[in-house]
């Protein structure tokens, strides 16, 4: 064999590319199909996501609501407490 050091290091330097280059197409493929149906589950859950978020935005308006007269309660018990006293 004639071969130098350098050239077996330089091909298996090349080789070693290579096969990081295929892992890295694999894995942009399959992030590709992931996409894809993250996209489709979207599409074919459009109407429920926004339904769901509407929804949400009114659960949101009652807390508030709820939240305010709990507090109107807790002021009045405290004046009544206080009256009695």
């Not at 050091?5 to 992030?31: D, E, H, M, P």
């Not at 489709?40 to 859950?45: E, W």
Request: glycine share 4%; aromatic share 10%.
């Amino acid at each position: 064999m004639d071969a130098i050091g350098w050239q077996i290091g330089a091909i298996l330097l090349g080789v070693s590319f290579l096969v990081i280059a295929i892992y890295i197409a694999k894995l942009i493929n399959s992030a590709n199909k992931v996409i894809e149906k993250a996209y489709r589950i979207v599409d074919y859950n459009e109407r429920n996501i926004q339904d769901t978020i509407e929804n949400i935005a009114a659960i949101t308006k009652s807390t508030e609501d709820i939240v305010s007269l709990a507090s109107g309660l807790t002021s009045i018990t405290r004046v009544f407490r206080f009256f009695r006293r």
